[in-house]
């Protein structure tokens, strides 16, 4: 059958495809070390469990409003307010079917077919072609080590000097696939450089603000304020709360834009799993000690990881400030010619670990590897990892 030359355009999450075939070998009998998973290992808290529980008992099974419900939208709004000193109303608030759908969303809501929109590189893998299949136009920006993997005020700048006429630009902070993370010295001197461009709008991707390392906080540019008329926030439970599988994440903005954005959800989703809402609702209002118990054992895992590639000969790994990923670059094991992929597909088949080959974020000379793994596994991997390069 004829498929839409959208269909045909779109590539398939290399993330996700490389969980389904680790998932397909320990399946078969392989003993695989899985480094790929883009999330948490540990259960979901069980006050959250618990929640859910409670909504099926009452019988929370309808349909909800599709922006979201009322205590959900609350609680978002709430959750600004306490953990980074903002203030949205609930309005503000569009509730969708994880981070990822809220990020769809936005760029459906957002972009006219040719809009430009800036993306720094390494980029997290769906950027792309979420923007793609909005109508718009990725403008990659890259960065190097030199830099801690973030774009530099004048690197944007520069940017916004050759292409005017962009519509947006995409902030992630803690960085998936770099942990790369911007201090407030940084986020502000971007945001003076934002001023001078009224019409960008600035979409921050904030889903692992809650995963920060070495004594920062996390710094959204939402605290320019002057900035938040044309600023969407998107996040979500998936990460902080280890609640991948339940899909619920949001976004926050102006009133008008989030309203615009329901009505587009309202004849995709038409909202988001009423047990699932329950549950986020008592992540958000509830106890916040599981959030850093998580958190304090991601720490650990991300230095042995960071501390095992970094002592490998020819490979070095910028640390990591934030969510629960190493990007170590490994261009001196590559052949004439090779990307990351062929190193991945070597190391899988070798030496039976999993790691993201960097094309999908757009860095072919880099690997993703994340430690939200349990400590045994980071200790074996990293041997066998020592081992195939040693060859």
Not at 194 to 207: F, H, M, N, T, Y
Not at 356 to 362: L, N, R
Request: glycine share 10%; proline share 5%.
């Amino acid at each position: 059958m004829r498929v839409s030359s959208r269909a045909l355009a779109a590539t398939e999450s290399p993330t996700l495809a490389l969980t389904a075939k680790t998932n397909a070998l320990k399946a078969a009998g392989e003993d695989i070390i899985g480094f790929g998973a883009g999330e948490p290992d540990f259960d979901t808290p069980e006050h959250i469990k618990e929640a859910a529980r409670q909504a099926l008992a009452k019988g929370l099974t309808k349909y909800c409003p599709t922006a979201g419900t009322k205590g959900l939208r609350e609680a978002v709004a709430e959750k600004v307010k306490r953990d980074q000193g903002l203030d949205y109303s609930p309005a503000q608030v569009c509730v969708a079917v994880g981070g990822k759908h809220a990020l769809h969303g936005v760029f459906q809501t957002l972009l006219n077919p040719g809009d430009a929109v800036f993306l720094p590189a390494p980029y997290w893998v769906s950027y792309v072609d979420q923007i793609r299949l909005a109508g718009g136009v990725p403008i990659v920006l890259p960065t190097t080590e030199a830099t801690g993997l973030k774009i530099t005020p004048g690197q944007l700048a520069d940017a916004i000097g050759q292409y005017p006429y962009a519509r947006a630009i995409v902030l992630n902070s803690p960085s998936n696939p770099t942990g790369a993370t911007y201090d407030e010295a940084e986020m502000a001197a971007l945001a003076e450089v934002l001023r001078g461009a009224p019409e960008l709008v600035i979409i921050s991707d904030e889903i692992y603000e809650h995963l920060v390392y070495g004594g920062r906080r996390h710094v959204s540019i939402a605290e320019q304020a002057d900035l938040c008329e044309r600023l969407i926030i998107c996040n979500g439970v998936s990460k902080a709360y280890s609640m991948t599988g339940w899909r619920c994440g949001w976004s926050i903005g102006p009133k008008d834009f989030i309203a615009a954005q329901i009505r587009i959800q309202s004849h995709d989703s038409s909202g988001t799993c009423s047990i699932t809402q329950a549950a986020a609702e008592a992540a958000l209002r509830g106890d916040q000690g599981c959030v850093e118990t998580m958190r304090q054992a991601f720490e650990e895992r991300l230095r042995v990881m960071v501390d095992g590639l970094n002592s490998l000969p020819g490979v070095t790994c910028a640390e990591p400030g934030g969510a629960f990923y190493a990007f170590p670059n490994i261009a001196q094991h590559l052949g004439k010619g090779e990307t990351a992929g062929a190193f991945a597909e070597r190391l899988l088949e070798q030496a039976k670990v999993a790691v993201v080959p960097g094309e999908g974020f757009g860095a072919p000379a880099n690997v993703r590897l994340s430690y939200a793994a349990s400590m045994s596994d980071i200790e074996q991997g990293l041997e066998r990892i020592k081992r195939f390069v040693a060859r």
